[in-house]
């Protein structure tokens, strides 16, 4: 009985996985993400700010320790549990910049759920 559930925890996972999208929205850009029709989404990673030089090219990409620190609470807040939601990633949206003179970003990691 143990192992058949250690197994289907473990399909789960990778079904997870094999459904999994992260998504960059650019300083000033705008994005509607979500799932399927019947699926919700559940977000696992998001924030606001700077932590990947490679992302959305700009001012003073070198510096990677930039998050408004409540960026995370917010996207959940905004989008986790529903089928789609419109984000804008701006200083406004998040309440303060969390890092002047740097381009940002905002950032979200997340699957979608059956209802």
Same mark, same amino acid.
């Given at each position: ?61 070198? #510096? ?9 609470? #917010? ?29 940002? #970003? ?10």
């Amino acid at each position: 009985m143990r192992s058949l559930l250690v197994l289907l925890c473990c399909v789960g996972l990778v079904t997870a996985q094999a459904n999994f999208v992260a998504v960059n929205i650019c300083e000033g850009g705008r994005a509607d993400i979500g799932c399927p029709a019947g699926q919700v989404m559940v977000i696992q990673r998001a924030y606001y700010g700077r932590k990947d030089p490679s992302k959305c090219p700009g001012k003073n990409t070198n #510096y990677t320790e930039c998050e408004a620190t409540n960026s995370e609470a #917010y996207i959940k807040n905004a989008c986790g549990g529903h089928q789609s939601c419109y984000l804008i990633s701006t200083n406004d949206t998040f309440g303060r910049d969390p890092c002047e003179d740097t381009s940002k #970003y905002t950032h979200v990691e997340y699957y979608c759920h059956a209802l």
